[in-house]
C-alpha cells in the first residue's frame, strides 16, 4: 500500500452504498450533550423540511425525533463514559414517502424490564388507547422514576401510528445498550412501503465507528444543502464535534469547488448532486471529510480520472496550478487548506455500486 494511502473497509463501503439507496439518511454516531442538541435539531429540521414528503407525515417525523433526542438526554448513562463503550446514535432516513427514525443509547440495566414492558404495552394500544392514556397522564401528572411520566413514549406510539422496535444488549453488569426505531407514514395506505430495518442498521453503524469519538453521515437533496449552506452548516458541524471539526473558515468551499467540477464535467444531462453524501468522522487524533458519489459507470469512472489526474499526489503544487483552470487550482489549494500538516493525502477510491453503478469516494484527512 503506497504510504499516506486511505483504504475504506468494507463496513464503510456498505454503509456508504446502503445510505446511497435513500432519498435522504442524516446519521450522528457521538456524545450526548445540550450543544449536540441544539446542533442536531435544526439540521434535521431542514432535511426533513425539505423532504418530498407530504407535510403532515414530515411533521410526525421531526416531531419524533425531537422526542427521541429529549429520551435520550433523560435516561443516557451519565457516569463516566468507558471507552469501549459504544457512544450514542441518532437516525433519519426517508425513502419513497416512509420515514424511519432510530436512536441508541447506553443505559442503566436497572431500568431494562420497566422499558421493555412499557413499550410491549404501547404496541398492543390501539391509537385512540394511547390518546385516551395521554390525556388520563396529563391530568393526573403522573411522574414516573424516568421523569416525564412516561409522555415520550407514548408520543412516539402517537405520532408514529406503527410499532416500535426495540432491542437491548447487555455491556456489563451495569449498563446495557438500548436502541429502538419507529417508522412514520400515512396510515391506512395502500402504498407499498420501503422496509428499513433499522435495528440492525445501528449495528452496522456501530461496527462502522467503533473506536471513533464522532461520525456525521447526511445525503440529502440539493435544496436541502442549499438552505444548510445559508444556514451555515459548516457551524452545526463544528458543534458536533467536541473541538471544531473544520479549523479553515470556509470549507464549503471545498465542497462547491468539487462539485461545480463534477456537475460541469462528469454528470450527464438530467443528473442532480443529491447524489452527493457528505460522511465525517474522528477517531483518536485523526479526522476525515468523505464526499461519496453514485452514479453510472461510465460517468463515474469520468469523474474519477479528471479529479485523480487533478490531485496527483506525486506533483508539486505549484506545477498543478500552472496546468490546472481556476476552479481546478481553487480544489488544489483548498486541500492543501484543509490538510494541513497531516501525513495522509486526500485520494480517490471506486467501489462497486448497484447494478449498472459504481460509488466514487473522495477522502481528506483533516488537521487536528
Known amino acids: 500500500m503506497p504510504p499516506g494511502k486511505i483504504i475504506l473497509n468494507k463496513n464503510k463501503i456498505k454503509l456508504l452504498k446502503q445510505e446511497a439507496a435513500n432519498d435522504l439518511s442524516f446519521i450522528y454516531y457521538g456524545d450526548f450533550s445540550d450543544q449536540i442538541n441544539d446542533a442536531l435539531i435544526p439540521l434535521a429540521e431542514v432535511v426533513i423540511g425539505h423532504s ?212 460541469n464535467n462528469c454528470m450527464e444531462k438530467g443528473e442532480k448532486e443529491n447524489n452527493l453524501i457528505l460522511q465525517l468522522e474522528t477517531k483518536k487524533k485523526k479526522k476525515y471529510f468523505n464526499l461519496c458519489w453514485t452514479g453510472k459507470k461510465e460517468g463515474i469512472q469520468k469523474c474519477a480520472d479528471l479529479l485523480s489526474k487533478n490531485l496527483n499526489q506525486d506533483s508539486s503544487l505549484s506545477k498543478q496550478q500552472k496546468k490546472a483552470s481556476s476552479d481546478k487550482k481553487k480544489l488544489i489549494e483548498l486541500l492543501t487548506l484543509l490538510q494541513g500538516k497531516t501525513i495522509e493525502k486526500t485520494n480517490l477510491q471506486l467501489a462497486k455500486g448497484f447494478p449498472g453503478e459504481q460509488m466514487l469516494i473522495l477522502q481528506t484527512p483533516l488537521e487536528i
Do not use: W
Open 52 to 263: 418530498n414528503v407530504d407535510m403532515k407525515i414530515r411533521k410526525r417525523a421531526f416531531y419524533i425525533f425531537v422526542e427521541c433526542i429529549q429520551n435520550v438526554n433523560r435516561h443516557h448513562y451519565k457516569e463516566k463514559r468507558l471507552k469501549t463503550f459504544p457512544r450514542e446514535i441518532f437516525s433519519i432516513r426517508q425513502k419513497n414517502e416512509r420515514f424511519n427514525i432510530a436512536f441508541g443509547n447506553v443505559l442503566d440495566s436497572s431500568f431494562v424490564g420497566d422499558l421493555k414492558s412499557k413499550i410491549d404495552m404501547l404496541n398492543q394500544t390501539s391509537v385512540e388507547d394511547l390518546n385516551i392514556e395521554y390525556k388520563k397522564i396529563l391530568r393526573d401528572t403522573i411522574l414516573s422514576k424516568l421523569g416525564g411520566a412516561g409522555l415520550g413514549l407514548i408520543e412516539v406510539a402517537r405520532k408514529s401510528g406503527n410499532k416500535i422496535q426495540y432491542s437491548f444488549e447487555p455491556l456489563d453488569d451495569k449498563r446495557s445498550y438500548f436502541s429502538m426505531e419507529t417508522n412514520v407514514n400515512e396510515p391506512d395506505s395502500d402504498k407499498d412501503f420501503h422496509e428499513f430495518k433499522g435495528l440492525e442498521d445501528m449495528r452496522l453503524y456501530k461496527d462502522v465507528f467503533q473506536g471513533h469519538q464522532f461520525g456525521f453521515l447526511l445525503k440529502t437533496s440539493a435544496d436541502s444543502l442549499a438552505s444548510l449552506k445559508e444556514k451555515n452548516l459548516f457551524s452545526y458541524l463544528n458543534l458536533l464535534d467536541k473541538t471544531f471539526f473544520f479549523k479553515v473558515k470556509e470549507p464549503e468551499s471545498y465542497i462547491n469547488a468539487i462539485l461545480e467540477i463534477v456537475l
